[in-house]
C-alpha cells in the first residue's frame, strides 16, 4: 500500500470517489449473488483506502471481501481478504477487528486446506487479541495455531503457539487450560528434539497442576516440596543450593558451644570464626557421609548428625537422579 502523505490532495479525492464508487458497485453485485466479483471489488476498494490511510475503511472493506469471496467457495481468496482486513485494523489499532478477521482468515485457510497459513493467521489473532486483555480469546487463538501447526507437523512452531496459549491462560488464572496447553507444548517440542524446552514446558506443566490443587491440601505441599528441592526434576541446580542450604542450618546447630571437640594433634584457635569454620567442615563430611574427621561431637548432637546424613544420601542420590535425566535427554 502506498503511504497517504505522499499523495496530492488531487489524487485523494479521485481515490476516495474511487473507493465509494467500488463500494456502491461491490455492494451491489453481493445483493445479486455475484459473490465472487463483489469479493474483488471490495478488495479494491479496500486497496484504495489503504493508500488514502484510512485503515478503519480499509479494514471493513476487505473484511467484506473475504465475506464475499467465503460465499462463493473461493476459501483462499476468503483468507487473503480476511488477513488483510486484520492487518488493516491493526493500522488502526482496532484490535478486536483485527483479531476476529485474523480469526476468520484462519478459518478460511482450514476450509482450503492451507493450515500453515491457518496457523500463522490463528497466531496473529491471538497478538490482536492480546492487546485487548482477553486471556482466553488469546489463548484459544494461540491453541488453534498449535494444533494446525501439529497437523502439518510443523512441531516447533506448534510448540510455540502452544507456549504462548499456556502463558495466556496462566494471565487469566484459567489454570486446566494452562496445564493443557504446556503439555501440549512440550509433547510438540520432544517431536521437534528441543529437549531442553520440553523440559521446561513439562515444569510449568506441573507448576499449573499444583495451582488446581485446593490450597493447604497435603498434595499441594508435597508437590511444592519437590518443585523446592529440584524443580521437579527439571532444575538439578535447585538440588545444589538445597545441599548448601543443609550443610550451613547444621553447621550452625553444631556451633553450639561444646557440641565439638577437636581430637588431632594440630593447635587449634578457640576464637569464634575457628569454631565457625570447624562446624562448617563437619557438617559437610557429614553430609558427604565421610566420617566425622578429628572431631568427637556430643552425646546429644548425634540425633543431628543421623538426621543430616540420611538427608546427604537422599540428597547426592537426588542430584543424581535429576543431573542423569538432563543429560540422557541431551
Not at 50 to 78: I, N, T, V
Not at 288 to 295: I, P
Amino acid at each position: 500500500m502506498a503511504v497517504g502523505e505522499h499523495i496530492t490532495e488531487e489524487d485523494r479525492l479521485q481515490l476516495t470517489r474511487k473507493a465509494r464508487l467500488l463500494e456502491k458497485k461491490a455492494r451491489d453485485l453481493y445483493e445479486k449473488a455475484e459473490h465472487e466479483r463483489a469479493g474483488l471489488l471490495y478488495g479494491w476498494a479496500g486497496y484504495a483506502h489503504g493508500q488514502l490511510e484510512a485503515w478503519e475503511d480499509a479494514g471493513y472493506d476487505y473484511g467484506q471481501s473475504g465475506e464475499s469471496y467465503r460465499r462463493s467457495g473461493s476459501w483462499s481468496k476468503a483468507g487473503l481478504s480476511y488477513s488483510l482486513s486484520g492487518e488493516a485494523y491493526e493500522r488502526a489499532e482496532k484490535w478486536l477487528g483485527a483479531g476476529l478477521n485474523h480469526t476468520q482468515s484462519s478459518y478460511a485457510y482450514e476450509q482450503s486446506g492451507e493450515l500453515e497459513k491457518a496457523g500463522e493467521s490463528y497466531r496473529r489473532a491471538g497478538e490482536a487479541y492480546k492487546e485487548t486483555g482477553k486471556w482466553r480469546e488469546v489463548a484459544l487463538s494461540y491453541q488453534r495455531s498449535g494444533e494446525a501447526c501439529k497437523v502439518v507437523r510443523a512441531w516447533r512452531t506448534a510448540g510455540l503457539s502452544y507456549t504462548q496459549s499456556g502463558n495466556a491462560y496462566k494471565k487469566g488464572s484459567l489454570w486446566t487450560g494452562a496445564e493443557e496447553s504446556y503439555c501440549n507444548a512440550k509433547m510438540a517440542y520432544t517431536e521437534a528434539g528441543a529437549y531442553e524446552d520440553a523440559g521446561k514446558m513439562y515444569y510449568e506443566e506441573m507448576l499449573m497442576k499444583r495451582m488446581r490443587m485446593k490450597k493447604g491440601s497435603w498434595k499441594r505441599f508435597i508437590s511444592y516440596l519437590y518443585d523446592l528441592l529440584c524443580g521437579y526434576g527439571e532444575k538439578p541446580g535447585k538440588v545444589v543450593v538445597c545441599w548448601l542450604a543443609i550443610i550451613v542450618f547444621f553447621a550452625l546447630i553444631y556451633l553450639f558451644p561444646t557440641g565439638l571437640s577437636y581430637s588431632g594433634t594440630l593447635e587449634v584457635s578457640d576464637s569464634f570464626l575457628a569454631r565457625a569454620f570447624h562446624s562448617l567442615y563437619f557438617s559437610a563430611i557429614t553430609f558427604a557421609t565421610l566420617g566425622s574427621g578429628n572431631f568427637e561431637p556430643k552425646a546429644y548432637m548425634r540425633p543431628f548428625i543421623m538426621v543430616e546424613a540420611l538427608l546427604g544420601i537422599f540428597m547426592i542420590v537426588l542430584f543424581v537422579l535429576v543431573f542423569g535425566r538432563k543429560m540422557m535427554r541431551r
